[in-house]
């Protein structure tokens, strides 16, 4: 029975990288279609279309997934002046209290989720509510620009996201500099799993899963949130006990020590 459940949970993966290969073809074809050889130039273009198609046409299904989580209710505390990295396709938006919200900022560095977002913020109403900056939060000077300066958001929020950048102890450090003192840094993420047979399965599909899927697995994220900063509640982090997932969850709300 295990074995069977540690098949199962390295299946799915394969599945999504093998779906992710496809796609990134396609978009290697699309580009070398519209712009010849110096499209090669920029691979970083076509992996970004790639990932984008592939998040944009399974939102629902990863909207489906979440409804069955914790997600909903830990977006719904977001509150006051709200940074949220990574949005992706925006599959959180619909998530907010708008009473509670003064204002979104939203930041991705792949430029490709742009019209998507527009358009579930434009069906939702929250036009004069939310912005999209195409960059990272590592991109200061573009965040300072925007008034997204030290000690200045309420919430940052953060849904699978810190398995995407590119170092998560600087962007921890980061994000607890730019929360108010009081403020909520609220995630939901997936690390390395405590199942030694897990972590090597995690280990063994990490390099395809990254290049492919723009993540990683097999990160100690609890870790580095935790040594981001002093929080007021650093025992709040809660993890579910999925001893054979590659993807298994922590999530919390921290509170910013003031
Ligand atoms: C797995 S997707 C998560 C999408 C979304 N948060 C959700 O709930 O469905 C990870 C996202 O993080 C973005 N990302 C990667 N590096 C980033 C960075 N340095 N700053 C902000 N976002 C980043 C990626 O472009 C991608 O859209």
Known sequence: MAL??????????????????????????????????????????????????LFITHSHGFIAYENTTVVPSLVHAAHGKILELGPGPGNQIHRFDPSQVDFIYAIDPNPCYGDEIAARVKKLDLQDKYKLLACGVEDSDILIQEGITEGSMDTVL??????????????MKAVWKLLKPGGYFIFWEHERNKDAGTALAQACLNSAWSTFLGCSLNRDIKADILAAGEWENPG?????????????????VLKKKA
């Open 158 to 171: 953060s849904i699978q996201v810190l398995c995407a950048v590119g170092d998560v102890k600087s962007v």
């Open 4 to 53: 069977k459940d540690r098949l199962n949970a390295i299946t799915r993966p394969i599945q999504m990288i093998w779906l992710s290969i496809q796609l990134h073809y396609n978009a290697f074809k699309e580009a070398l279609r519209n712009e010849g050889v110096s499209s090669l130039m920029n691979p970083q273009r076509i992996r970004d279309a790639a990932t984008s198609t």
């Open 236 to 252: 709040d982090i809660e993890m579910a006990e999925e001893p054979y997932s590659c993807l298994p969850r922590i999530w919390g």
